[in-house]
Protein backbone atom coordinates (compact mmCIF):
# COMPACT_ATOMS: atom_id res chain seq x y z
CA UNK A 1 0.00 0.00 0.00
CA UNK A 2 1.42 3.46 -1.18
CA UNK A 3 1.83 5.61 1.69
CA UNK A 4 3.01 8.55 2.73
CA UNK A 5 3.82 9.55 6.39
CA UNK A 6 4.13 13.88 7.36
CA UNK A 7 6.11 14.50 10.70
CA UNK A 8 8.07 17.51 12.35
CA UNK A 9 4.98 19.69 12.64
CA UNK A 10 4.33 21.71 15.89
CA UNK A 11 3.80 25.23 17.80
CA UNK A 12 6.75 27.71 17.17
CA UNK A 13 7.02 31.10 17.98
CA UNK A 14 7.88 33.80 15.24
CA UNK A 15 11.61 33.11 14.16
CA UNK A 16 11.87 29.83 15.15
CA UNK A 17 12.54 26.83 12.86
CA UNK A 18 11.06 23.66 12.29
CA UNK A 19 12.06 20.15 9.69
CA UNK A 20 8.75 18.03 8.14
CA UNK A 21 9.70 14.97 6.96
CA UNK A 22 7.65 12.82 4.67
CA UNK A 23 8.43 9.23 4.84
CA UNK A 24 7.21 7.23 1.62
CA UNK A 25 6.52 3.49 1.42
CA UNK A 26 6.02 0.95 -1.58
CA UNK A 27 7.03 3.27 -4.49
CA UNK A 28 9.77 4.30 -6.43
CA UNK A 29 10.49 7.24 -4.20
CA UNK A 30 13.42 8.39 -6.55
CA UNK A 31 10.95 8.21 -9.74
CA UNK A 32 8.18 10.76 -8.49
CA UNK A 33 8.72 14.61 -7.93
CA UNK A 34 7.78 15.44 -4.41
CA UNK A 35 6.24 18.22 -2.87
CA UNK A 36 4.85 20.60 -0.31
CA UNK A 37 1.65 22.13 0.07
CA UNK A 38 -0.49 24.06 2.92
CA UNK A 39 -3.73 24.91 3.69
CA UNK A 40 -4.91 27.48 6.50
CA UNK A 41 -8.36 27.60 7.66
CA UNK A 42 -10.71 29.31 5.34
CA UNK A 43 -8.02 29.36 2.46
CA UNK A 44 -7.34 27.45 -0.38
CA UNK A 45 -4.52 24.74 -0.74
CA UNK A 46 -1.25 26.62 -1.70
CA UNK A 47 2.14 25.43 -3.09
CA UNK A 48 4.90 25.63 -1.08
CA UNK A 49 7.64 24.15 -3.01
CA UNK A 50 8.45 21.30 -4.97
CA UNK A 51 11.76 18.95 -5.78
CA UNK A 52 11.96 17.20 -9.57
CA UNK A 53 13.42 13.85 -9.73
CA UNK A 54 16.78 15.33 -10.94
CA UNK A 55 16.75 18.01 -7.72
CA UNK A 56 15.38 21.07 -8.96
CA UNK A 57 13.64 22.99 -6.69
CA UNK A 58 10.89 25.67 -6.65
CA UNK A 59 9.20 27.46 -4.57
CA UNK A 60 6.36 30.11 -3.69
CA UNK A 61 7.16 33.97 -3.65
CA UNK A 62 5.98 33.79 0.38
CA UNK A 63 8.73 31.45 1.44
CA UNK A 64 11.76 31.87 -0.83
CA UNK A 65 14.86 32.17 1.20
CA UNK A 66 13.24 31.69 4.29
CA UNK A 67 12.28 27.46 3.41
CA UNK A 68 14.39 24.82 1.98
CA UNK A 69 12.73 21.34 0.14
CA UNK A 70 15.43 18.98 0.04
CA UNK A 71 14.64 15.06 -0.79
CA UNK A 72 17.11 11.73 0.68
CA UNK A 73 16.45 9.05 -2.00
CA UNK A 74 18.24 6.53 0.10
CA UNK A 75 15.78 7.31 2.87
CA UNK A 76 12.35 7.54 0.79
CA UNK A 77 12.05 10.97 2.43
CA UNK A 78 11.26 14.25 1.45
CA UNK A 79 12.11 17.33 3.45
CA UNK A 80 11.00 20.74 3.93
CA UNK A 81 13.38 22.97 6.62
CA UNK A 82 11.34 26.07 7.72
CA UNK A 83 13.18 28.78 8.87
CA UNK A 84 12.02 33.03 10.39
CA UNK A 85 8.45 31.01 10.27
CA UNK A 86 5.77 34.08 10.85
CA UNK A 87 2.10 33.93 11.42
CA UNK A 88 0.96 33.65 8.34
CA UNK A 89 2.93 30.24 7.82
CA UNK A 90 0.36 28.79 9.74
CA UNK A 91 -1.74 25.65 8.01
CA UNK A 92 -1.56 22.38 7.45
CA UNK A 93 0.94 20.73 5.71
CA UNK A 94 1.07 18.36 3.08
CA UNK A 95 3.52 16.07 1.36
CA UNK A 96 2.86 15.21 -2.43
CA UNK A 97 4.16 12.64 -4.42
CA UNK A 98 3.65 13.05 -8.13
CA UNK A 99 4.41 10.69 -11.55
CA UNK A 100 3.00 11.01 -14.98
CA UNK A 101 0.34 13.04 -14.23
CA UNK A 102 -0.80 10.77 -10.95
CA UNK A 103 -0.66 12.48 -7.58
CA UNK A 104 -0.52 10.82 -4.16
CA UNK A 105 -1.01 12.13 -0.96
CA UNK A 106 -0.03 12.64 3.03
CA UNK A 107 -2.13 13.12 5.78
CA UNK A 108 -0.34 16.28 7.05
CA UNK A 109 0.84 17.42 9.52
CA UNK A 110 0.17 21.01 11.92
CA UNK A 111 2.17 24.12 12.52
CA UNK A 112 1.37 27.07 14.09
CA UNK A 113 3.21 30.14 14.49
CA UNK A 114 2.35 31.80 17.52
CA UNK A 115 3.82 33.26 20.47
Known amino acids: QVQLVESGGGLVQPGGSLRLSCAASAIIFRSYNMGWYRQAPGKQRELVAV???????DYADSVKGRFTISRDNAKNTAYLQMNSLKPEDTAVYSC?????????WGQGTQVTVSS
Open 96 to 104: SAERWGSTI
Open 51 to 57: ITTGGST
